[in-house]
């Protein structure tokens, strides 16, 4: 039986979360999102707080505290509700470690996790996504060829985060030898690397604060040396499930955000001599909003902790991230209906949150912890 009663330890990291997102990423949220940018500094506070470097053993620079899929989570949601942009660009460079962290050759680990260890951020990626209008990950288009000692890698990703930025990219892609199906590989590719080519910035729906690209890569040649973990390979479910596990969270976050500005507003907005708190349209959309986070919660947090069991968790990350989708969506439409008017116009934040929250149904790949 699972039982999610925090440890003092987590209560520190959501309690350091909670204040930092309320201190440093709320009140510049809907500048960012104006401005479509993720500011230098904010990325480095970020990166103060230690969340690269926890999981990292020492001898490798880090301070090896260990990784936790639920701790993530907790993690994650309290961020998230300070900005989901800035949330996820401050922790893109997790998603480049994560993978060399956990299933890395041993000379790949010495080469890169220290790299992740500085007094600045390095912004390290991934390249899951591809532009197209039913992406499922599974079934990937971008292709890596093995010839002799060397790897070729052609296809097309979209929004991937902090490409302009990053010296390295880890690119996802699925290995042609052959009519049988082959496990997904990671290869790390130099920015500079001929056949690459980064598009300029994407404009989207929401996720304004957070810088991404499109990505192409025409005959890409790298050593065979990058593919993470060697002749190995990697556990590509496994990731795909830790960022589904932490995108739910992020999704609560969000939710959350939206409800509780509701919530305030309907208390203070008076009309015909009481809040409209206390309408019965308005009032069951709150309680509604409060009932889907709870559960949205649970489901993020179940599938993590089965990540931390190392447990198959496929199901309940996909169903985690599925109703964490439907329902931040609904929530964040909530919170505009409970608004009216106000709930439309940039003077309140609701609309924001309606923006982002609509990005989850979406991403894959772009949250990994």
């Given at each position: 039986m699972a039982d999610f009663t925090l440890d003092e330890d987590q209560r520190q990291i959501q309690d350091m979360a909670r204040k930092f997102a309320a201190n440093e990423l709320r009140p510049i949220a809907r500048e960012c999102?104006?401005?479509?940018?993720?500011?230098?500094?904010v990325l480095d506070k970020v990166w103060e707080l230690g969340f690269c470097a926890n999981a990292i053993p020492?001898?490798?620079?880090?301070?090896?505290?260990?990784?936790?899929?639920?701790?993530?989570?907790?993690?994650?949601?309290?961020?998230?509700?300070g900005d989901l942009g800035l949330t996820m660009a401050a922790l893109s460079p997790l998603l480049m470690m994560v993978p060399?962290?956990?299933?890395?050759?041993?000379?790949q680990k010495e080469e890169w996790l220290p790299k992740f260890c500085g007094e600045r951020f390095f912004p390290g990626t991934a390249a899951i996504m591809e532009p197209r209008i039913v992406f499922d990950p599974l079934e990937l288009g971008t292709t890596v060829e093995t010839q002799g000692e060397n790897v070729v890698i052609s296809g097309k990703k979209c929004m991937v985060p902090l490409a302009d930025q990053a010296e390295h990219i880890l690119v996802y892609a699925?290995?042609?030898?052959?009519d049988a199906p082959q496990p997904v590989k990671a290869v790390i590719v130099d920015r500079n690397t001929p056949g690459l080519s980064i598009g300029p910035k994407e404009k989207n729906l929401g996720l304004n604060a957070l810088p991404l690209f499109?990505?192409?890569?025409?005959?890409?040649?790298?050593p065979a040396s990058r593919c993470v973990g060697r002749d190995r390979g990697i556990d590509y479910m496994k990731l795909l499930n830790l960022s589904r596990a932490n995108l739910s969270a992020m999704a609560v976050g969000v939710a959350r955000a939206s409800h509780e500005y509701a919530l305030t507003y309907a208390k203070e907005r008076f009309a015909f001599?009481?809040?409209i708190a206390c309408r019965q349209s308005?009032?069951?959309?709150?309680?509604?909003?409060?009932?889907?986070i709870d559960g949205m919660r649970l489901l993020a947090w179940r599938a993590a902790w089965r990540l931390d069991r190392n447990e198959d968790a496929t199901k309940d990350a996909g169903l985690a991230k599925m109703y964490c989708a439907e329902q931040a969506m609904k929530v964040?439409?909530?919170g505009v209906q409970i608004l009216g008017g106000h709930g439309y116009i940039r003077e309140h934040p609701v609309e924001m949150w309606f923006r982002n929250g609509r990005s989850f149904s979406i991403t894959e790949g772009l949250a990994i912890g």
């Open positions: 999102d104006e401005e479509a940018v993720a500011p230098s500094e020492e001898n490798y620079g880090g301070y090896d505290l260990g990784r936790s899929a639920l701790t993530s989570a907790i993690m994650v949601e309290e961020l998230a509700w060399i962290l956990e299933f890395g050759a041993d000379e699925s290995p042609r030898n052959g499109p990505v192409a890569f025409d005959q890409c040649v790298v001599g009481e809040p308005i009032a069951f959309m709150l309680a509604e909003a409060a009932m889907e964040v439409d909530y």
